[in-house]
């Protein structure tokens, strides 16, 4: 029904940045929230960023003013912008869409299959 598509990932040096991207397809009606969850060896999955549709954005304090989410409504992409990366980011970064696939359908939460984030000191 909605397939999130993650991208962007990889290995970088503590202080240098990546930015992750999500494409969202499939049976879209509306896009409630987008949010970026990750999870490290050996922890549970964390939330890190969330987007909603009214443009009001929330981040959990060990990346604020580091990470940024941001939205291409007409591409139904979101991004992770992550700045200033610390070994302590390094983690499978995952790709969260509450959905509604049609205007009767009640909103339905999609994940994408992640993507690996890499931080060597």
């Known amino acids: 029904q909605v397939q999130l598509v993650e991208s962007g990932g990889g290995l970088v040096q503590a202080g240098r940045s990546l930015r992750l991207s999500c494409a969202a397809s499939g049976r879209i009606f509306s896009i409630n929230l987008m949010a970026w969850y990750r999870q490290a060896p050996g922890k549970q999955r964390e939330l890190v960023a969330t987007l909603s549709s009214d443009g009001s954005t929330n981040l959990i304090d060990s990346v604020k003013g580091r990470f940024t989410i941001s939205r291409d409504y007409s591409e139904n992409t979101s991004y992770l912008q992550m700045n200033n990366l610390k070994p302590e980011d390094t983690a499978v970064y995952y790709c969260?869409?509450?959905?509604?696939?049609?205007?009767?359908?009640?909103?339905?939460?999609?994940w994408g299959a992640g993507t690996q984030v890499t931080v060597s000191s």
């Open positions: 969260n869409a509450v959905v509604a696939t049609s205007s009767m359908s009640r909103l339905r939460s999609f």
